[in-house]
């Protein structure tokens, strides 16, 4: 995983709504994806808002999901928001499942699963 740099943790990569990303994300900072990423997203802490779409593997701190992911998901803190929908397999050291959420798969707690990538 990319060595993470103070200068580069106050700057939010967002991904619009309109956009379609076909490839992975490798990013230093926090995202915000409220458009379509169809690849793995490798970042400090995530956030897929309502209309977000992830299809592939995501390992961050933290992963906050209220839209849709499929794949696997590797996260310190994951929390799966009301009316999320999550098909994935997902390692996480905390979850948070809010009432109205959907998952779909295996949940396995460690340690570090940041480690397991």
């Known amino acids: ?12 990569l967002s991904i619009p709504r309109t956009a379609t990303i076909e490839g992975g994300i490798d990013y230093p900072g926090p995202v ?13 802490s ?7 779409v992830i299809e592939g593997t995501i390992k961050s701190e933290e992963v906050t999901v209220m839209g849709e992911v499929t ?9 799966l928001k ?13 979850l948070l499942l809010e009432d109205g959420s959907f ?10 699963p940041l480690q397991l990538l």
């Open 46 to 52: 995530l956030v897929v808002t309502e209309r977000g």
């Open 71 to 79: 794949g696997e998901i590797f996260a310190n803190q994951l929390t």
């Open 103 to 112: 998952f779909e798969g295996k949940s396995r707690r460690h340690t570090d």
């Open 82 to 94: 009301a009316a999320c929908s999550v098909n994935a397999d997902i390692v996480h050291k905390r």
């Open 1 to 12: 995983m990319i060595e993470r740099k103070p200068a580069s943790i106050g700057r939010t």
């Open 32 to 44: 915000v994806i409220d458009g379509t990423v169809l690849g793995d997203v490798n970042c400090l």
